[in-house]
């Protein structure tokens, strides 16, 4: 059976092919505004989270201003995504965190952004990767589907499907398979009806191949 870093390499080498620049579909100006967004992504479609950021980075563009709010103003600005309450507990937290302890400036490691009050190994690394170019491979809902799916891991949390993926998969390409495995996941293998049929990796899939 073909082995996991070549299978990686096929697909990887095939999505590039069809988009060689992949590019994360949330917008932002700076690392804090990305933070931001990752966070309210959480249960929420990434278009509804740029309508919502629309309004309240013209308002609130930095951590500062972030902090000058109550939880309650920002849940009131965030209403329109999953979870706002909690959110907006998580991100108050988190601009104060920033402006006491990092000179508002986001954080550059791994354990320090994990540190940040409801930011995850995933979130981290989604900042890492896309805000400072730092090599890290993000695991999210749709990544995991599409990695244990194809073949890429075998694996029962998004965690070990990481660390599975990283040595699969060389550093320089971490950022890029993490967009590529999103994009795929969110257009062509969706969780509930894959379009195998149609789909550009049908032929290194292991699920396809099996089912
Ligand atoms: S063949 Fe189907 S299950 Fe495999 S990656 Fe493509 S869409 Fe997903």
Same mark, same amino acid.
Request: charged share 20%; hydrophobic share 40%; glycine share 2%.
């Given at each position: 059976? /073909?082995?996991?870093?070549?299978? !990686?390499?096929?697909?990887?080498?095939?999505?590039?092919?069809?988009?060689?620049? +992949?590019?994360?579909?949330?917008?932002?100006?700076?690392?804090?505004?990305? =933070?931001?967004? @990752?966070?309210?992504?959480?249960?929420?479609? $990434?278009?509804?989270?740029?309508?919502?950021?629309?309004?309240?980075?013209?308002?609130?563009?930095?951590?500062?201003?972030? !902090?000058?709010?109550?939880?309650?103003?920002?849940?009131?600005?965030?209403?329109?995504?999953? =979870?706002?309450?909690?959110?907006?507990?998580?991100?108050?937290?988190?601009?104060?965190?920033?402006?006491?302890?990092?000179?508002?400036?986001?954080?550059?490691?791994?354990?320090?952004?994990?540190?940040?009050?409801?930011?995850?190994?995933?979130?981290?690394?989604? @900042? =890492?990767? #896309?805000?400072?170019? /730092?090599?890290?491979?993000? @695991? $999210?809902?749709?990544?995991?589907? @599409?990695?244990?799916?194809?073949?890429?891991?075998?694996?029962?949390? +998004?965690?070990? #499907?990481?660390?599975?993926?990283?040595? !699969? /998969?060389?550093?320089?390409?971490?950022?890029?398979?993490?967009?590529? =495995? /999103?994009?795929?996941?969110?257009?062509?293998?969706?969780?509930?009806?894959?379009?195998? +049929?149609?789909? +550009?990796?049908?032929?290194?899939?292991?699920?396809?191949?099996?089912?």
């Amino acid at each position: 059976m /073909i082995k996991r870093k070549e299978r !990686a390499n096929a697909v990887l080498t095939e999505l590039a092919r069809l988009n060689p620049q +992949p590019q994360t579909e949330l917008n932002f100006e700076t690392p804090w505004q990305l =933070l931001v967004a @990752v966070v309210l992504s959480a249960q929420s479609t $990434d278009k509804q989270v740029n309508k919502v950021t629309t309004l309240l980075f013209a308002k609130y563009p930095t951590p500062e201003s972030m !902090a000058s709010l109550t939880p309650d103003e920002l849940a009131e600005e965030i209403r329109n995504v999953g =979870l706002f309450r909690t959110k907006s507990k998580h991100l108050v937290a988190t601009a104060n965190a920033l402006v006491n302890e990092y000179n508002g400036n986001v954080p550059q490691s791994l354990a320090q952004l994990e540190s940040l009050p409801g930011v995850g190994r995933k979130t981290a690394n989604v @900042v =890492l990767s #896309t805000a400072f170019d /730092i090599p890290a491979l993000a @695991v $999210d809902t749709h990544v995991f589907r @599409v990695a244990n799916r194809l073949g890429l891991a075998k694996a029962k949390t +998004p965690e070990e #499907t990481e660390r599975q993926l990283v040595k !699969a /998969i060389p550093k320089k390409l971490w950022s890029k398979a993490h967009h590529w =495995l /999103i994009l795929h996941g969110r257009y062509t293998c969706t969780a509930r009806k894959p379009k195998c +049929p149609a789909c +550009p990796v049908n032929s290194y899939c292991l699920h396809y191949h099996t089912k």
